[in-house]
């Protein structure tokens, strides 16, 4: 379950965004300082979101669709609707990965979650990207083709499933609109957002999860 948290969760480090093409290029530690106090202002958020996972050995991409939610501080919930459905509901107690099709539900307590996982911690509201990761630009020109800034994040401490992130970030918002997830093993995870909507109110309640009757809990 927790390679499966380690690719999902970051899904709620980006925040959509129009890239920018005029704003003076700024030093590596003022990016870092201007997405981080993005991230900090961001309390809620629900959008769409695309997730395309290259698999190194079998050569192919398989791609999901769903609906994510977030609200700081240790709730998100993601609901998966194609090709296939399920939902990863995280909350301060409890964390759920919930597989309708074999009808099976994972849960492990979340506060061990956050303390091993950093990605995890900083979607939480309770990381920082300066402490957690190592973070240098991409390339000499800093900036990818779209002009957004491009940043190589690696974990601090090593975490499974979980090699280096890649990160495009809008040079005027400073929201992130992709990151890339490379894992240990060289699968890639691409995750692109659409229709974000910031600081709605999202209820507790929707971070909650009871699993339906029939359904085999197994603990982590």
């Known amino acids: 379950m927790r390679n499966s948290l380690s690719s999902l969760v970051f899904l709620l ?4 965004a129009v890239p920018a093409w005029g704003a003076e290029l700024l030093s590596l530690d003022e990016v870092v300082q201007k997405i981080q106090g993005t991230y900090e202002q961001t ?3 629900k959008a769409r979101f695309t997730q395309a996972l290259t698999l190194k050995a079998m050569q192919k991409t398989q791609i999901e669709e ?3 939610y ?3 501080p240790k709730r998100m919930r993601w609901v998966y609707t194609k090709p296939a459905a399920k939902e990863l509901v995280i909350n301060p107690e409890k964390a759920w990965l919930y597989v309708p099709a074999d009808k099976v539900a994972y849960v492990q307590d979340a506060e061990s979650l956050f303390k091993s996982t950093v990605s995890v911690r900083f979607l939480a509201g309770i990381g920082k990207l300066k402490d957690d990761f190592r973070i240098s630009f991409a390339g000499d020109k800093k900036v990818d083709k779209a002009g957004n800034y491009l940043l190589d994040l690696v974990p601090v401490k090593p975490e499974e499933g979980v090699k280096k992130l890649q990160v495009a970030v809008n040079r005027e918002s400073f929201q992130i609109v992709k990151v890339i997830l490379f894992d240990p093993y060289g699968n890639v995870t691409t995750l692109t957002f659409s229709g974000l909507e910031l600081n709605k109110d999202l209820p507790d309640s929707l971070f909650t999860f009871k699993p339906p009757a029939g359904v ?3 603990k982590q």
């Not at 480090?13 to 959509?16: K, L, Q, S, T, V």
Request: hydrophobic share 55%; aromatic share 32%.
């Open 66 to 68: 769903g609906t994510f």
């Open 70 to 72: 977030f609200k700081k």
């Open 43 to 45: 309390g809620q958020v």
């Open 216 to 218: 085999d809990v197994m």
């Open 13 to 16: 480090f980006i925040f959509f």
